[in-house]
Nanobody, 123 residues
Framework: MQLVESGGGSVQAGGSLRLSCAAS????????IGWFRQAPGKEREGVSC????????YSERIALGRFTVSADRTTKTVYLEMTDLQPEDTAVYYC?????????????????WGKGTQVTVSS
């Protein structure tokens, strides 16, 4: 079971990036996949989640209106489309497999994590 993130990079404020999370070794449609991030010196925080089976999504306040999460069960890939990026979005972004998607609390019970992809936004 493995998750591999890609698509990170360096952009200027206002720019966009699309992150990918490629899943292998398990059936994507049976799980929830969440995006998380961790900035230097800060705790890890949730960004967005998607139920790969039903397409239901959840986004934290930091992502609302700017980030969109989607899943392609055919290619076993989950995407995070990020627009209007700001310097405070600079972080390592991780995807993780979860068993539960709460409408009020997001992804719960994560058990498989990717190694992350760096996103750097300059002003």
């Amino acid at each position: 079971m493995q998750l591999v993130e890609s698509g990170g990079g360096s952009v200027q404020a206002g720019g966009s990036l699309r992150l990918s999370c490629a899943a292998s070794g398990f059936t994507l449609g049976h799980y929830v996949i969440g995006w998380f991030r961790q900035a230097p010196g800060k705790e890890r925080e949730g960004v967005s989640c998607i139920s790969a089976f039903e397409g239901r999504t959840y986004s934290e306040r930091i992502a609302l209106g700017r980030f969109t999460v989607s899943a392609d069960r055919t290619t076993k890939t989950v995407y995070l489309e990020m627009t209007d990026l700001q310097p405070e979005d600079t972080a390592v972004y991780y995807c993780a497999r979860a068993s539960t998607l709460s409408d009020s609390r997001g992804c719960r019970d994560t058990d498989v994590w990717g190694k992350g992809t760096q996103v750097t936004v300059s002003s």
